[in-house]
């Protein structure tokens, strides 16, 4: 799985524009994140849920009591580095998350533990199921009974091929989730925890409605660093609270579950920004292997919804299927839309190359920019950042993106690579392309060797 970020000098180094030009005025302590003199409040797998967490010595020991126990007017809660904590961290108004300690950033999580053989139950030849219903049966995330399973890991490696018939079952390691009765089956030829030291399930999470999150933001005024956000089917952060800062984060493995109600469809952006989000600061996170997007914002606008003054700069996104993505669904004539979204200077890789890409239904979307339905104004722009290389064409767009301002970008591609899904041009014909969709104004596109 992924590292610390490794590759921020890169982004100096390739130009990446860090002032803050055309900036909402956000990130500060005076509009994102706990006030002075707010309560510090201390998390630690070595805690005690019954202290009263105001000190590393007296530290809470879970997520849930976080949830339970924290102030609705501003707080600062902090989680030791190297612990590892699971549940959906719902955020109150003025909360600021971080870390205290030395080592690796705390890690924040909804993964189920399955590694306990009495858990499992043989259904029929070749096939295992468990219970996740019951704390008995497995350890990390046992406070939710949510089985809608977004990917599997064993020993490190993930296995995202989730059937939605049981009949289609046949690989080692494929899996089928009974949601309604809190069961998960798995294709194994013996119990299988004989055949691995380590299995992990990565849950939707039912905190929230249909659409989990390891962080929820519904409140605002919050500032998130030094915490890696990971093992979930759903989302990683999102919300739809004002004013945050999320920075200095590694946000990584996320989605795969299935989107209730929709029939075969799954999901996951490790940032998700829904409808009448304002001001929100994205910067210096590394931002890996997501199902869907690495930064999403989307939803249904209707006739008076939209997002404003959002902002994602100087970030390392690699190994998402989709590195950007924007959907909006609403009334062209009355909804705000995107108002002052920003993208710049960030380093963007290995576009469509997550671990999940190669099971996607819809091998189209493997691409750095995607946009399936634009149906509101927009003022977007994506400047002065470094894509390389991509799986499938730079840009997807379902409808052509008014409102949507590309520039002085650096694009690097392989040879014969089509620029745009919708159209016949290539790399090679970049010029032409340039001057059909009067795009890319001022940006390079180059052929990698």
Sequence with gaps: MSGSLSRRDALRHFGAVTAAVSLPMLGSKAVAGAAPGAPTFFVSSSGDDSADGLSPLTSWATVQRANSALPNDGSVLLFRRGDTFYGELDLPFGCEVGAFGVGDKPILTLFKILNRPEGWVAETTGLWKIDLSSPDTHDGYTATSDANIGYLTVDGAVKPALKFDPA????????????????????????????????????????????????????????????????????GIGG???????????????????????????YGNAIE????????????????????A?????????????????????N?????????????????????????????????????YSVFSDVRPDQDVRV?????????????????????????????HAREPVGLVTRNNTIRMRAGQRIQFQRPETVEDFAAWQEATGREVGSTMTILE
């Design 168 to 235: 289609d079952l046949s690989e080692p390691w494929d899996f089928y989730c009974d949601i309604p009765n809190n069961l998960l089956y798995i294709v194994a030829p013996a119990n299988p925890t004989t055949l691995a030291t380590d299995i992990k399930a990565a849950p939707n999470g039912n905190n929230y409605g249909p659409t989990g999150r390891v962080v929820y933001c519904s409140k605002g005024s919050n500032e998130i660093h030094d915490i890696h956000v990971t093992g979930s089917g759903g989302c």
């Design 240 to 266: 739809t609270g004002p004013d945050v800062h999320i920075h200095d984060c590694l946000i990584d493995y996320i989605g795969g579950s299935y989107l209730e109600p929709r029939a075969g469809v799954r």
């Design 273 to 292: 920004n829904w409808v009448n989000v304002k001001r929100w600061l994205i910067e210096d996170n590394e931002i890996a292997h997501a199902y869907d």
């Design 294 to 314: 690495a930064f999403s914002p989307q939803g249904v606008a209707g006739t008076t919804g939209g997002w404003e003054d959002v902002t994602l700069r100087n």
């Design 316 to 352: 390392h996104i690699h190994n998402c299927t989709q590195s950007i993505e924007f959907a909006s669904w609403g009334a062209t004539e009355s909804a705000p839309g995107y108002r002052r979204i920003l993208v710049e200077g960030n380093l963007i890789e290995q576009g469509g």
């Design 368 to 396: 750095f920019l995607n946009s399936y339905l634009w149906e509101t104004p927009a003022d977007i722009t994506i400047q002065n950042n470094v894509f390389n290389d991509v799986y499938g064409t730079y840009s997807f």
